[in-house]
Structure formats: structure tokens, C-alpha cells
């Protein structure tokens, strides 16, 4: 690993002005993690233009980063002391969360999740920093062939292991594919769905529809579902948890941090699904399951460590191969593209400043928030009182504003307004705009590496098998497929007692909690 | 300000209307004395998406253009359809000077080589002002795949890959040319441009792939790559041991360059004033070290030598696929 680099990498970010942009983005971060509704894919649609405006790129990479990790730690505050999950990877932290608030012991909970948010985090920088040379010395090798299947099971796995209705995700990512086809093909320049536009011809740009999808989608959402309730929060006493809670703690810290790691680095992978599954993890392996869901303080722990895990870890697939793991990596490729960074192979290569500087901002920006989040949670619980009628129509106005400045086009205004109402339709209905998002991106890049292998391959398919690395995915791909398919012919072969498996009900929990 | 030069545009709609039956047009908007030119903000439309040679040199421009001649020349970058996009909103500007872009020969000379016949953009929609630079293609093969000269791609004994920077562009008619004239049997995998191309290429997914000089020289320069030839017409200042095609014995000369357009109609005397200023800006130091840096070859000839030029390329091109039987529109 060539140290230098990195050290200069601490160079770069301990500049004031990117130590700056890391504490605004931190602290955006977990102002709308607090904020139910506005996830971090959303802000970071709405301040991508930022990007596009910096003097230096790598400032507004900082900041942007510093909103999806800032707002994990964000997303528990309201969990725990509201029962509303601020953040759709803090929705399990609610049942445990809440119900030590309830027993006045918030501030323990909120400790205990900082301290292993701070922990989590960290474990995955350094993974972070240890691997990725790895990977992306081995991502020369990742060749057209490799690209597609990897895109095909990012897509694949989005649509299937993401929160919600998986079929209604697999609707959406198809949708998302369909709309990548539109434009000028770039084998044959023949024209597809461009109804004679020249501003169709190149194709609908995905920032502008990422804006559309997830800013003002939820921005029209939101000021539908909040009426301005008035919210008490739980009163906090005692933030500093107690030894025994530590003891008790640290083994679900430990666990929820590896468990996040792996998950993030996986495709459709990252913190909603990290938390999931720390939560499950410590489920089973307590003593006594059924202190879960009143007050377990490893209930805090496990998901709040994990979450903050792979938020980082999601950045491995972005920073090394090019490939965004989840919707809020798509932000942050996009956010790439618009300061004409192409992610990928040679990122560590050519902009080592850009990869160093943003890796090793995480541990600066982690630093802040384990400083920050205790003593500010007074003053975010505050900003919930912001009424939504005002805060929409300045989101709004910036949204407007931003999307115009990258292309300094006005037909982009309008098709971003379009997938605004498309986003907000989607999400009335039930789909997530995620998997749709993500399908957008990964398509292209999915059908043109298809494309592109079919012709290094003289039109032989079987290379896709062939080839170690792309045989794997596949392979994986195909266990994807078939675990399912096998469990379900294993479990009517099998007659259960019906109530033992809620399969069914998991579905409506989640997405009544996910935004 | 702003309320002296809206003054100045009623006054000169109230002149245009009142001698109704036009031939005064050239009192419209952006200045007709030479002295007054640019009378506001000159909008530069750039094909291409920010950092890229189109959009760096377009930015050096702009950035002559404003200290010789005051005002701003702000660059917006309008990519899309190789350039295609930008050149439609040049086309139907005002011709006053208030939009001018720099553009590239491959969108007039190669790609209707490439697109259907309702797409082709035409230079006769332009006026061409200056030229600018030329920005050379080299022919660039992989450690893996083992050739060291374009001697050795006859020799091949399978089917060689060469990677593209996408369909319509100068770098495609290169590769199938060299290809085609030699023989050989080879496959186009045409990339989203040049910096994908040479991904492919470092990791020997393709065996050689066409390339413009700035985007492979520094790969060259650590040896990770291997040049084979080059096309322009004569050897490539950066590259002093590359031999040109011509000197291997192909026939096949293809280059990029770059010159300043805007729309059909414009004034003679707004032409002369952008042309004298960009002469001026090349003459400066930085300008000249800018070239040097992005390996850019200067090609400052006039409007109409550029025009020359360009229609006997295009009939050139259009002859050797012709000959040789090349579709840069089916690229599978």
C-alpha cells in the first residue's frame, strides 16, 4: 500500500476549507437524519449543484459524504427518543430505543448508539483503507464481462433484498432499466424513445432524475405526511452509559460493526440492510430473546454499530470498481461525474487526493459527529418543530435552482419537476424510488458491458462462466436466484405451523417505518 | 449599466422595426462597430462535459477572449451526441456574436459517416472564424497482447479487439481504417470515451485500442502501453518515436482540430474582432504553455483554410470507408 499517499491524504482534508466542508456536511447529515422524510440520498440530490460549484471538487465529495455518514447518526436521536425513525436504517433502533426512553434511560441509549456508531464506523474506515488498494489493484481485471454480471446482481439484489415489497422493487427496477434505453445507442447511434428530441438524444442525464426521484418526490411527499403534530420527545438525563451497560454493550458493537462492513460492500447492500441484520443477529444469539423489544440496550447497538458500518463500507464497490452499492452511492457517483470524475479503476491512481481525501475525511468527520451528537441533540429535537409548509417550499426553490445550474438547462427543470410527481406517486402507491434509481444507473452500464463482452467474445456467452471473476458473480447471482426458490419447495414439502414464520407482516412493519 | 444597454436594445428594435424591410440587421444585439463588440456577456456552448480537451480549450479561449476584449465569455457545457447538441443551439442563435463556440472536425467530417442523413450537422449552418489546435490519435496496443509494431497486427492469428472512444468519432475511423487496409481481422468494442477505453486496455480486456495522445501519453510514458503508430501527417511533437501511419505504409490519415464558429449571417466586422483577439491569444505565453501541457499541436490557420480542410477530409473519409467497405454506424 503506498502510505504516502494516504498520509497525504490527511494533508487534503486537515486543509481549513475541506475541514469546513466536512463539518457542514456532517452536521447536514444528522440534521436530516433527525428529520423524518429528508433520507441522505434526498439531500444529497438537493446539494449535488454544490458540487458542481465548488472550487475544489474534493471539498463537495467531502461534504456530500459527510451527509450519508453524518445522517446514521442523526437517525437515532428521533428513533430513540420520539419513536420516529429519523432515518429508514434507524427504524429497528425504535423498538429498544424507545423503550429505554420510556424507562428514562434515553440518554444511555443514545450513548451507547454514538459510541457504537463512532466504533462501527471506524472498524470500516480502516477496513476501508487496508482493502481498497486491494480491490482496485485487482479492478483491472474487471473487464466488460465482470461489469455486467456485477451490474446485473447490484440490480438484482436492490430489487429482492431491499426493504419492502419485493415485488413491487422488481417492478420499479424495470422501469429504471427501461428508462436507461432512451437516447442515442452507443454501438449503432440509432435512436431509441428520443420521439425526434435532440434533448432526448443523449439520453435522460441521471442526476437530473435522481433529483427528481428522491428531492422533490420527497419533498411532495412529506408535506403531504406531516401535518406539524406536535412532537414531545422523551426527556434525557445521564448520557454517559453506565459500566455494566458497556459490558454488556460491546460484544453486539463488535458484532454489528462486522456485520455492517460486509453487507455494505455488497450491491444492493448498505446501512437499511445492515441494520436489519445486526438486529436479527443479536436476536438470536441472546440468552433471552424476549428482552428484545423492551429496552435490550444490545438492541441499540447491534443495528446503530452496523448501520454506521456499511455506510462506509459502501464506498469500497464506488471508489475502486466504479460501481454504486445502494441510491446514496448513486448520489455520490453522480455528484463524481458532475465535477468530471469517472469513478473507477484509476481513480486511486489519478485523483489519489480525491480517493485519500475522502477516506480519510471519515475519520475526522466520525470524530466530529462522537463529539457533536450528544450535546446537539437538544437543538435538533428542536428543528422537528420546523413546520413542513415552510421548510418544503426552500427545498423546493433550491432543487429548482440547483438542477438548472449543472446543465443550464430549462427542459432538465422540467423533467426533474416530472420525476418529482413520478417519485411521489411511487411512494403513495408503495414502490421505492431506490431500486428504480439504482436500475437506471447500473442499466446502461449493464447493457453496453453486455454488449461490449458478447463482441470480445466473438459472440460465445459461455466467456461470462469462464472467466474466474465473472463466473463467481454469476455463480452468486444463481444462488440469489435459487435460495428462494428451494426454501419455498423446502418449506412445502414441510408442514409448518403457519404462525411460526411471519413472512408476510415483515413487509407492511417496514415499509410503514421506511419513510 | 444594465439599464444603459436596455436602452440600446429598444433603440435598436425601434431602428429595425421602423426600416421594417430589414437590411440593417447587422445593428441587432451584440454590436455591430468592432470597437463596441462584445456589447454584453458572449455565451461559448461547448459539446462536450467539463474537463475534457473541447471544454479546456474552450476555457482558454474564453478566457483570451475576455482579457482582449473586456466582457465575459462564460462556457456552458451543452454535451451530448458528440457535439451534436451544442452545434444545434449555435445554429439557431442570433448572429450577432453573442454565441460562439469552439467545435470539433469529427462532428462535421467522420460522423456523418456514422448517422442517419436528418441528423448530420452541416458546417454551412457556420461561419468559421479561426482555427484553434489539432489534437492527434495514436494507435496504442496492450503489454498482454504483445504487439510492438503495426507490422506485427497483420501477423495476428486471431480475431484483434480494438477499443474506441465511442461511434462517429476520429478515433473509430483510425482503428477500422488501419485495420481494413492492412487486412486484418478485427472487432470495434467502441467505450463511453477515451478514459474507459484505456481502462479496458490496462487490463488487456481489449488488444489495442485508438486514443487521443493527451488521454494515452502518460500511460505511454510509464510504458504500461505500447504506441504503434500515429495519424496525423506528420510525427506528433510528444511523441518524437512514434512513426506515423503513412511512414508504416498505410494510407490513412485521420486527425481532430478544433476552430471557432458561429452562427451563419454574422457580421464580417464581429468575425474580425473575435479572430484578432484569438490571434492575439495565441501569441501569449500562457496560451502556448496551455498547448504544450495537454499536447495539443497548434493549428492557427484562417476560417476558410479550416473549411478547405475540412470538406476535402470529409470526402477523404468518406472515399476510405467507402473503399473499404467500413459501417461506423454498426458497430456489431
Redesign the interface.
Known amino acids: 500500500m503506498d502510505w504516502n499517499a494516504f498520509l497525504d491524504g490527511f494533508v487534503v482534508v486537515t486543509q481549513p476549507t475541506n475541514l469546513l466542508y466536512c463539518l457542514i456536511g456532517v452536521m447536514i447529515g444528522m440534521l436530516i437524519g433527525v428529520l423524518p422524510g429528508l433520507g441522505p440520498a434526498a439531500t444529497m440530490a438537493i446539494l449535488l449543484p454544490i458540487a458542481y460549484n465548488a472550487n475544489d471538487p474534493v471539498s463537495a465529495i467531502i461534504m456530500l459524504a459527510g451527509i450519508y455518514y453524518g445522517a446514521q447518526y442523526g437517525g437515532t436521536i428521533t428513533s430513540v427518543l420520539l419513536r420516529i425513525p429519523g432515518e429508514a436504517s434507524s427504524v429497528v433502533t425504535v423498538f429498544d430505543g424507545f423503550a429505554l426512553a420510556k424507562q428514562g434511560k434515553a440518554g444511555t441509549a443514545l450513548g451507547i448508539a454514538a459510541i457504537g456508531s463512532f466504533f462501527g464506523a471506524t472498524v470500516s474506515i480502516i477496513g476501508l483503507t487496508l482493502l481498497g488498494p486491494i480491490v482496485a489493484s485487482y479492478?483491472?481485471?474487471?473487464?466488460?464481462p465482470e461489469y455486467a454480471a456485477l451490474a446485473l446482481l447490484g440490480v438484482l439484489l436492490v430489487a429482492t433484498v431491499g426493504n419492502g415489497n419485493t415485488i413491487k422493487a422488481l417492478v420499479a427496477a424495470s422501469v429504471g432499466l427501461l428508462l436507461a434505453t432512451v437516447g442515442?445507442d452507443?454501438?449503432?447511434?440509432?435512436?431509441r424513445f428520443t420521439f425526434d428530441s435532440?434533448?432526448l438524444?443523449?439520453?435522460i442525464d441521471f442526476v437530473v432524475v435522481a433529483m427528481g426521484l428522491f428531492g422533490v418526490g420527497e419533498i411532495l411527499y412529506n408535506l403531504e405526511e406531516r401535518h406539524g403534530k406536535p412532537h414531545v420527545p422523551a426527556a434525557i438525563a445521564n448520557i454517559w452509559p453506565s459500566r455494566k451497560d458497556l459490558r454488556q454493550a460491546s460484544p453486539a458493537i463488535g458484532r454489528g460493526s462486522f456485520i455492517g462492513f460486509f453487507l455494505g460492500v455488497l450491491p444492493g447492500g448498505g446501512a437499511v440492510m445492515a441494520s436489519l441484520a445486526a438486529y436479527a443477529a443479536e436476536k438470536r444469539v441472546a440468552k433471552d430473546p424476549s428482552r428484545f423489544g423492551r429496552g435490550a440496550i444490545e438492541g441499540v447497538a447491534g443495528p446503530e454499530s452496523a448501520n454506521n458500518a456499511a455506510a462506509t463500507s459502501s464506498f469500497i464497490p464506488l471508489l475502486t470498481i466504479g460501481i454504486p452499492a445502494n441510491a446514496s452511492m448513486a448520489m455520490l457517483f453522480a455528484a463524481l461525474l458532475v465535477?468530471?470524475?469517472?469513478p473507477?479503476?484509476?481513480l486511486i491512481e489519478e485523483r489519489p487526493d480525491l480517493f485519500w481525501g475522502v477516506i480519510n475525511s471519515m475519520y475526522i468527520g466520525n470524530l466530529i459527529l462522537l463529539v457533536l451528537s450528544i450535546p446537539l441533540v437538544g437543538i435538533f429535537v428542536k428543528i422537528l418543530r420546523v413546520r413542513p409548509a415552510i421548510l418544503a417550499p426552500i427545498t423546493a426553490l433550491i432543487t429548482i435552482l440547483g438542477v438548472y445550474t449543472i446543465?443550464?438547462?430549462v427542459f432538465d427543470i422540467f423533467v426533474m419537476i416530472a420525476f418529482g410527481i413520478i417519485g411521489y406517486l411511487m411512494k403513495k402507491t408503495g414502490f421505492e424510488p431506490g431500486p428504480m434509481v439504482l436500475a437506471f444507473v447500473l442499466g446502461s452500464l449493464m447493457e453496453?458491458s453486455f454488449?461490449?463482452s458478447?463482441?470480445?467474445f466473438?459472440g460465445d456467452p459461455s466467456g461470462f462462466v469462464t472467466r474466474p471473476i465473472s463466473g463467481a458473480i454469476i455463480a452468486f447471482i444463481v444462488l440469489v436466484i435459487a435460495l428462494p426458490l428451494v426454501k419455498m419447495a423446502f418449506r412445502r414439502r414441510t408442514p409448518v405451523t403457519p404462525t411460526s414464520e411471519p413472512i408476510g407482516s415483515d413487509d407492511s412493519d417496514q415499509e410503514a417505518g421506511v419513510r | 449599466m444594465r439599464k444603459h444597454l436596455s436602452l440600446g436594445a429598444v433603440a435598436t428594435v425601434a431602428v429595425v422595426a421602423l426600416t421594417a424591410c430589414g437590411g440593417v440587421q447587422n445593428t441587432a444585439g451584440g454590436g455591430s462597430d468592432s470597437g463596441e463588440y462584445p456589447s454584453g456577456a458572449v455565451e461559448m456552448p461547448v459539446g462536450a462535459s467539463a474537463g475534457g480537451s473541447s471544454d479546456l480549450i474552450s476555457r482558454q479561449i474564453s478566457q483570451g477572449l475576455a482579457d482582449e476584449l473586456g466582457g465575459s465569455f462564460p462556457v456552458i457545457n451543452r454535451e451530448g451526441a458528440n457535439g451534436a447538441l451544442a452545434a444545434a443551439e449555435v445554429a439557431k442563435a442570433e448572429p450577432d456574436g453573442s454565441t460562439i463556440s469552439v467545435q470539433n472536425a469529427s462532428l462535421f467530417a467522420i460522423t456523418p459517416l456514422a448517422v442517419s442523413e436528418d441528423e448530420v450537422t452541416s458546417i454551412d449552418d457556420f461561419e468559421v472564424v479561426q482555427g484553434v489546435s489539432r489534437d492527434d490519435y495514436v494507435l496504442v496496443a496492450s503489454k498482454g497482447s504483445g504487439f510492438a509494431s503495426v507490422d506485427d497486427l497483420a501477423g495476428a492469428t486471431k480475431k484483434v479487439t480494438y477499443g474506441t472512444t465511442g461511434v462517429g468519432t476520429g478515433a473509430q475511423l483510425a482503428c477500422a481504417l488501419t485495420f481494413n487496409v492492412n487486412d486484418t481481422p478485427a472487432e470495434a468494442i467502441p467505450f463511453d470515451g477515451g478514459a474507459p477505453a484505456l481502462t479496458a486496455l490496462l487490463g488487456n480486456q481489449v488488444d489495442t485500442a485508438c486514443l487521443q495522445v493527451g488521454e494515452a501519453i502518460e500511460n505511454i510514458e510509464a510504458g504500461k502501453i505500447v504506441p504503434l503508430s500515429v495519424f496525423g501527417p506528420e510525427r506528433v511533437e510528444f511523441l518524437p518515436d512514434v512513426p506515423t501511419a503513412q511512414e508504416q505504409g498505410l494510407d490513412v490519415e485521420v486527425a481532430q482540430y478544433r476552430f471557432m464558429t458561429v452562427p451563419k449571417g454574422t457580421p464580417q466586422d464581429v468575425q474580425d474582432a473575435i479572430a484578432e483577439a484569438m490571434q492575439a491569444t495565441f501569441e501569449t505565453d500562457e496560451y502556448k504553455a496551455f498547448n504544450e501541457q495537454n499536447n495539443l499541436t497548434p493549428m492557427e490557420i484562417t476560417g476558410d483554410e479550416v473549411v478547405a480542410q475540412l470538406e476535402e477530409d470529409k470526402q477523404r473519409y468518406a472515399d476510405l470507408v467507402e473503399e473499404y467497405g467500413i459501417d461506423l454506424g454498426d458497430a456489431s
Open positions: 479492478a483491472l481485471d474487471f473487464g466488460p442515442s452507443s454501438f449503432t447511434s440509432a435512436n435532440l434533448q438524444q443523449s439520453g465535477v468530471g470524475v469517472t473507477g479503476p484509476q446543465n443550464n438547462s453496453s454488449r461490449r458478447m463482441l470480445i466473438d
